[in-house]
């Protein structure tokens, strides 16, 4: 999820997401440069699973994906 989307922001797409019953099993990810701890916290309070930051570490992303996903199908 990027968060400086224009019209409707990430944490507001993300809240629109998880409030809906066919859609707040899908995990999501913030991917952002936004290193500051108030954004981290309100994306999670969003509903955000999780927070990566740029540059990515794409192994270290997969692994998250992996992990996300395996939580969504004991579910």
């Not at 999820?1 to 809906?20: F, H, I, V, Y």
Request: with cysteine; glycine share 6%; net charge positive.
């Amino acid at each position: 999820m990027d968060l400086r989307l224009p019209g409707l922001d990430g944490w507001e797409a993300t809240r629109r997401l998880k409030s809906q019953a066919e859609t707040k099993h899908i995990p999501i990810i913030v991917v952002t440069a936004d290193t500051s701890e108030k954004s981290r916290e309100k994306a999670i309070a969003a509903g955000c699973d999780d927070y990566e930051l740029k540059p990515v570490q794409f192994e270290r992303l997969i692994k998250k994906i992996n992990s996300l996903l395996g939580r969504s199908a004991e579910a």
